[in-house]
């Protein structure tokens, strides 16, 4: 069965330092992969997403990039975070049999 | 028009009620519809599929009306577990990406 890990559980960060957030996936190859973010009282707002390495489809403009350097890992990162950054960052993937998605345990981030 | 709307609630209602939840969305071309069911602080966790003819799966049920755009769950005998957000979930049909558009949730609150 498929398991995703991501780390860390929880962060705080300055204004203005990097980050760097991973996922990674056992028990599947060549997976779809995707970041998500949930501001405080908000819905799942998608990031990005990916259908192979090297591959990254940007969902909406903002400061954060992702990567994907090997088959099952994926990584969120931004250069310079914001106060706006701040929120509950999943990672998943997407099912091949029925098209849906299962989420890892997600990093709490918060930007002071 | 919001691609995926729910009533955001909460829902307060005693153990044992039966409470249904509404979900309208805004992609007639969409093919794959699912519930999620969110706790507190945590991933969202599929909670089931919703299937043309309507699903049932323990004291849950789902129905889709392809022709209204609309999507409902019914939870009979609510216990305390019960108590969660559940999000409303919608694919948006473009080949091989397996993207999702989450609703902002409806929130469940079973009292004793």
């Known amino acids: 069965s498929q398991t995703i890990h991501q780390w860390p559980a929880t962060l705080v960060q300055p204004v203005g330092s990097p980050l760097s957030l991973e996922c990674t996936v056992e028990?599947?190859?060549?997976?779809?992969l995707y970041w998500y973010r949930q501001a405080a009282g908000r819905g799942l707002q998608l990031l990005f997403y990916s259908v192979g390495i090297g591959q990254i489809s940007s969902e909406v403009p903002q400061n954060l990039s992702a990567s994907r350097p090997q088959d099952r890992q994926f990584i969120l990162s931004s250069k310079k975070l914001l106060l706006s950054d701040s929120g509950f960052y999943l990672c998943?993937?997407?099912?091949?049999?029925?098209?849906?998605?299962?989420f890892g345990p997600g990093t709490r981030l918060t930007v002071l | 028009r919001k691609e995926v709307e729910q009533d955001p609630g909460p829902f307060n209602v005693p153990e044992g009620a039966t409470v249904a939840f509404n979900c309208t969305y805004s992609?007639?071309?969409?093919?794959?519809f699912f519930w999620y069911r969110q706790d507190c602080r945590k991933e969202p966790k599929l909670l089931m599929s919703v299937y043309s003819s309507g699903n049932e799966d323990g004291r849950f049920t789902a129905q889709l009306n392809r022709a209204s755009q609309y999507i409902s769950l019914l939870i009979r005998d609510s216990k305390l577990s019960d108590s969660a957000t559940y999000l409303c979930?919608?694919?948006?049909?473009?080949?091989?990406?397996?993207?999702?558009?989450f609703g902002q949730g409806t929130t469940l609150q079973v009292k004793p």
């Open positions: 028990g599947t190859s060549n997976p779809n």
């Open positions: 998943a993937i997407l099912s091949r049999f029925y098209n849906e998605q299962f």
């Open positions: 979930v919608v694919n948006i049909p473009v080949i091989t990406t397996g993207k999702l558009i």
């Open positions: 992609n007639s071309a969409s093919q794959s």
